[in-house]
């Protein structure tokens, strides 16, 4: 998720401003909850709303008020990748499976959806089957059927017109590849994909090549939503999206706003997961982020969309004044370098630029450890089985760069007095800027010259997702950061380093890692029902990942996230990477 997400998913003043700052949140921040605070303006407390309910509340009404300086990779639920858009878009899609409503890592249980259950399994764990519950429907009121299920997963094929989304689906119910998708399907009424059978309108099959102990975390994604194909305007699908959820679409302009308002012909009889409260949901896009924190603090909007946290500007203000505001949660995500290997292919370059790098500055270029998170030395985060926080093989935990090991893996790539190379970065992040600074500097300190170019991050899909772009524009660095898709090794590490899932178009094995061992490893932790036994293997890949010298990891990320006076049940979610849950926020107490 780049994520998200990730991430999903900028300090112009550059590391000696971060580095201030960080003093500065450190003396203000601690975790003793800001008693006093607590109540002013109706704020609930500092970190009231991590892995517990703040404001609970029932009542429906009134405008949920979102901003963000980032824009949706893509607000189609087959293309659709970034963390906070995977999170919104529960406001108008449905799965058969989906997410618990709740706190914490009680968020993470899957519950049915569409489905009347969870799927009855064949005791091969190959096939999975569903019946889909009376009464639910589209925006128009017509039911939902199979077959929109079936329809939607298939669009993911579609790479070649609607690239961007998870691709977890079509590697499991065809690792060859056979199907080529909705847009080029021969059979008449384009439901040809054969690993999925819809027998009747209300019961929907899926039948494996292979088990995977992850399936159901599979269908839980939005990639998984259903599609109707009379309302599927391909490529653009993502610009007016027909709702199967409690809201629907009511105006969207990219880049500036979005409305959506309720969907009547939604039952919340047949919907225990979406509380669906705000009579409307407004989201506003700014290209400032300083802007974004000074009207939120303000009180003209209630959250930031993105959820990346306060900058460095607001920062303290927002710690000393309105603590009462404030939810400091550890996310799910690690923030990190990536090198394209088409760009830097020789490993001991890249190992040049892993000991030079100044750990504990980046940290600080983050926000410190209070809002930028702990300093990591390899690519699994520490909720995901098979993760050892303590492995550090650059000795990157003690803060310092190594001077001496960059300046020997200069010598041995050939290239001893230092080369040049380019760092990408979001435009629109100014942490990630800030990072991309950090980085720069301690580069110079053993001749290596990287410039930094910044681009839209709302085009990541088709510029650092674009290995051709990538090579083309001599990106040897990316900045990046990314979450789970799900809880497990391969909802984390699979998109980014198995060579499979390298694509032409919204890819996110950025460094292009293609390594038969590393493969082969994820085709043993897939089969594996065992977790802790799969935890081993993804430790393994986890080790080679390292030894292959792609990845530079920076933190595992803490925010300061705002929240609103006025919003109500405020909680974390496991589900959603430490995110709130939107689909359960309110704005009347």
């Known amino acids: 998720m780049t994520l998200m997400s990730s991430q999903r998913r900028r300090i112009a003043a550059g590391a000696l401003l971060a580095a201030a700052t960080m003093v500065v949140t450190t003396a203000c921040g601690g975790d003793n909850g800001g008693s006093g605070d607590k109540g002013k303006g109706g704020a609930p407390g500092f970190n009231a ?17 979102f901003i963000g300086s980032q824009e949706a990779d893509n607000w189609d639920p087959q293309r659709g990748y970034y963390g906070f858009v995977w999170d919104f878009q529960r406001y108008y899609t449905r799965q058969l499976v989906t997410f618990k409503s709740e706190p914490g890592a009680a968020s993470t249980e899957l519950v049915p959806d569409l489905a009347t259950d969870a799927g009855k399994v064949s005791e091969d764990g190959l096939t999975y089957t569903f019946t889909l519950k009376d009464g639910v429907t589209w925006q128009d009121g017509k039911p939902i059927t199979s077959k929109d299920i079936k329809y939607g997963i298939e669009r993911i094929w579609a790479q070649d017109v609607i690239s961007g989304g998870p691709i977890y689906l079509q590697q499991t119910l065809d690792p060859k590849g056979e199907y080529k998708g909705p847009y080029k399907d021969t059979s008449a009424d384009k439901l040809g994909l054969k690993a999925i059978e819809t027998p009747d309108d209300k019961t929907i099959i899926f039948k494996l090549p292979v088990a995977n102990g992850d399936f159901l975390q599979m269908l839980a994604m939005p990639a998984a939503s259903p599609v109707r194909q009379d309302k599927d305007t391909k490529a653009k699908y993502g610009l007016n999206v027909f709702s199967s959820g409690p809201y629907k679409w009511e105006s969207y302009t990219p880049n500036k706003s979005m409305k959506l308002v309720r969907n009547d012909k939604w039952d919340a009889k047949t919907d225990t997961v979406r509380k669906a409260l705000p009579d409307k949901i407004s989201v506003t896009f700014t290209t400032n982020a300083d802007d974004m924190d000074n009207r939120l603090v303000e009180g003209e909007y209630d959250l930031d969309i993105n959820a990346t946290g306060v900058g460095a500007s607001a920062r303290q203000k927002v710690l000393q004044q309105h603590k009462g505001n404030v939810d400091n949660p550890q996310t799910g995500f690690i923030r990190y370098a990536v090198f394209p290997q088409t760009v830097i292919p020789n490993i001991e370059c890249r190992k040049a ?16 450890p209070q809002a930028g998170g702990d300093i990591a030395s390899n690519m699994l985060p520490p909720a995901i089985k098979g993760a050892d926080p303590k492995a550090d093989p650059y000795g990157k935990l003690g803060g310092a760069p190594d001077l ?7 010598k041995n790539c050939g290239k001893p007095n230092g080369f040049k190379t380019t760092i990408a970065v979001r435009n629109n992040k100014k942490i990630e800027i800030a990072t991309a600074e950090s980085l720069q500097q301690s580069l110079k300190a053993v001749g290596i010259d990287a410039q930094i170019d910044q681009f839209d991050g709302a085009q990541t899909s088709g510029i650092i997702g674009s290995p051709k772009v990538v090579k083309e524009k001599g990106y040897g660095i990316i900045i990046m950061g990314w979450g789970a898709d799900f809880p497990t090794g391969q909802g984390f590490l699979q998109p980014l380093v198995d060579g499979r899932f390298i694509l032409q178009s919204g890819n996110n094995n950025f460094s292009e890692l293609n390594d038969k061992a590393v493969n082969g490893l994820f085709d043993q932790a897939l089969k594996e029902t065992d977790p802790v036994k799969a935890g081993e293997l993804y430790k393994q890949i986890n080790t080679k990942v390292s030894e292959a010298a792609v990845y530079l990891p920076f933190t595992h990320e803490k925010n300061i996230i705002w929240r609103s006076s006025r919003l109500t049940n405020v909680y974390t979610a496991d589900a959603y990477n430490g995110r709130y849950d939107y689909a359960s926020l309110g704005v009347v107490k």
């Open 353 to 368: 630029i892993i000991y030079a790098a100044d750990s504990k500055s980046l940290q600080t270029a983050r926000g410190g």
């Open 49 to 65: 709303g991590v892995n517990k309910v703040a404001n609970a509340s029932t009542k429906k009404g009134g405008e949920l008020k």
């Open 404 to 410: 001496a090991k960059a300046k020997e893996a200069l």
